[in-house]
């Protein structure tokens, strides 16, 4: 009796992994080589223990409720260490966790939602396509961030960007500094970032940003975004006396 | 001064099997019960059947304490307790303390028997709202109802549509600490399961659990019975919140099997908590010196051939004082502790 060989989709599998081969055109290598750098991350450790597959991450996760997500099998991809599972989340699962960490009440202390965000940053480090495509749409957020400290600001209320905000919304808008003003902390009365931020705070972040390798992966992801956030950054910088 | 006598504390399941050994083995026996009435949690919680025989546990229980009772041989202090030990093996210095009298006997040999607690679900976490909601309760209030044969929904006094079971609440979690399986409660509650369906036939109920760890016979005598003969439901997937809703109970989990989340309503959500060392245990072994696990429970000296014998030469554990153990554990562990304490006794040769 003569061995047939089983069809290409489920050869050459040195990892041994148990889910079928998908994105051919990526080396299994490749793939091998970000998962090793997510486990290479001192994070790691902190965020896989063992899994029950009790599901509680699962019924206190909002994206569940909504899309094809599941934080339980991010968990279990990463505890098999299914290479070819893990490649297919990194593409396309993880972009859809809104990094809430209610799955954090996991019975065995283990994080789902951190372990997207290691998955994530690889996927950014390292310029994978679905990356970009999934971050595109928010520059101007990163832009905000990054630049002021704070994220969703005021002025960015607009009618056209956020219709889902309600009849209000155009209101409110109009006479943005208005409403800001009538605010009763004096730190909100800002429009152009969510609150004030103190200038040894953005310092102190924009350092951190230079430091390590937020602004490469910004760089990976968008560069001319990068251009315009570094342009901001090295004037503060600077004029406190920093050399950028 | 030396003796031959050997003080069981604590008149649970495993104190009762205790004592009645050793005195069937012609030591004389000391049982102390700090609660008024022997018998131990299957008393005092109202426990109605036992898993897995689902024998009486009223009947169980007094057939136990009837054998004690008899024997010539066994003094028993119910309302009694044990306020300090000294001296070493054969020759123990034991003061017991009732309605404030003290008095001091002499033993050979001490055996703790005092047993657990079960899990408050609403210590520390306030886990499923269980203080706030009067249908969530736990497996130990399911008993009492089962046992008054008066099974209803407590908010409205009406027999229950449907009836949700949460496993592991207390056991197999790292952020409460107790990262131990309890045990018991898978089979309790496949048992409470049959028990309610056979009381309310109308009532569909569900068991929402991580595992089902049905060891042995109970796979046989209780999983499968709940599920062919009395259709219980059984839905892989642990609960995360129970929220109410319209005069009802909406649990929300994973099915993890159909891989999707869940949202159901229920009228009674019953919650099967685990097992935590009782204060009695707490107590008795900062008194008796014996080390404790992480998880309070007392640690025995030796591996798993030896499950009784502590790190204090004549003094001996028993039953869920070390650790969680169902009834046929307690009742075995009962045995060696008494056949134990009363041969090494013998073999230190103590003058009586």
């Known amino acids: 009796m003569s061995v047939t060989a089983p069809p290409a989709r489920f050869t050459a599998d040195p990892g041994a992994t148990l889910s079928p081969h998908s994105y051919l055109d990526v080396a299994y290598e490749d793939k091998l080589a970000l998962w090793e750098e997510v486990k290479a991350d001192d994070r790691f450790a902190d965020y896989l223990y063992g899994c029950y597959e009790c599901g509680i991450c699962v019924a206190a996760c909002p994206s569940a409720k909504f899309y094809d997500f599941s934080p339980r099998k991010i968990a279990q991809a990463a505890a098999r260490e299914d290479v070819e599972l893990i490649y297919e989340q990194m593409n396309d699962d993880v972009w859809n ?24 940053e690889v996927a950014v480090r390292n310029g994978l396509g679905t990356a970009k495509e999934a971050l595109e749409g928010y520059g101007r957020v990163v832009y905000k961030i990054m630049t002021t400290g704070t994220q969703i600001s005021p002025d960015m209320l607009q009618p056209d960007a956020f219709p889902d905000w309600g009849p ?3 209101k409110t808008s109009d006479n943005l500094e208005l409403w800001r003003r009538a605010l009763p902390p004096e730190t909100l009365h800002t429009t152009e970032m969510s609150w004030q931020v103190s200038n040894e705070t953005l310092i102190e972040l924009y350092l951190i940003w230079l430091h390590s390798d937020v602004m490469d992966m910004i760089a990976e992801a968008d560069e001319g975004l990068h251009m315009i956030i570094l342009d901001v950054m090295e004037e503060t910088l600077e004029d406190a006396g920093y050399e950028v | ?69 008899s024997n010539e041989l066994i003094e028993m202090r119910v309302g009694t307790e044990v306020t300090s ?45 269980y203080y706030e909601l009067p249908d969530v309760i736990t497996i130990a209030e399911a008993e009492k109802m089962l046992k008054d044969e008066n099974f209803v929904t407590p908010s409205t006094g009406k027999p229950p549509e449907r009836v949700a079971f949460i496993q592991c609440v207390g056991s197999r979690d790292r952020q409460i600490g107790n990262e131990y399986c309890s045990k018991v409660c898978c089979g309790i509650s496949s048992k409470q399961a049959i028990e309610i369906r056979e009381m309310v036939p109308d009532a569909r109920v569900f068991i929402f659990y991580i595992d089902m760890r049905m060891y042995g016979y109970w ?12 259709k219980v439901n059984y839905v892989k997937g642990i609960i995360t919140e129970i929220l109410p809703k319209n005069g009802r109970l909406v649990v929300r989990g994973e099915d993890t099997t159909m891989g999707r989340p869940m949202e159901v309503p229920m009228d009674m959500v019953i919650l099967a908590v685990g097992m935590e060392p009782s204060a009695g245990t707490t107590a008795m072994s900062g008194i008796l010196n014996l080390p404790t696990n992480k998880y309070g429970f007392v640690e025995t000296a030796h591996d798993i051939l030896d499950t009784v014998t ?34 090494l006794l013998r073999s230190v040769a103590v003058p009586v």
């Not at chain 1, 809104?98 to 998955?119: A, D, K, V, W």
């Not at chain 2, 303390?97 to 306030?126: N, V, W, Y």
């Open chain 1, 97 to 120: 966790c809104s990094q809430c960490f209610s799955c954090n009440r996991c019975p065995r202390e283990n994080s789902p939602g951190g372990l997207i965000t290691l998955l994530r």
């Open chain 1, 168 to 170: 209000d919304v155009e």
């Open chain 2, 1 to 69: 001064m030396p003796s031959d006598r050997v003080v069981v504390i604590g008149a649970g399941p495993a104190g009762l099997e205790a004592a009645r050994l050793a005195a069937e083995l012609g030591s004389p026996v000391t049982l102390v019960e700090k609660m008024g009435v022997a018998g131990g949690m299957p008393v005092h919680s109202d426990y109605a059947a036992l898993t897995h025989h689902f024998r009486s546990a009223s009947d169980a229980m007094g057939e136990m304490v009837g054998a004690v009772t």
């Open chain 2, 85 to 129: 030990v000294e001296g070493e093996l054969g020759d123990f210095a034991v003061t017991l303390t009732s309605d404030g009298a003290e008095e001091s006997i002499s033993a050979g040999a001490i055996i703790l028997a005092t047993g657990f607690k079960h899990f408050d679900p609403g210590r520390e976490t306030q886990q499923y709202q």
């Open chain 2, 219 to 230: 796979e046989n005598e209780i999983y499968w019975p709940a599920q062919e003969q009395h």
């Open chain 2, 310 to 343: 502590t790190t204090v030469p004549g003094i001996f554990a028993t039953g869920a004082a070390t650790g969680p153990a169902d009834l046929d554990d307690s009742i075995s562990s009962a045995g060696a502790a008494a056949a134990k304490a009363v041969a």
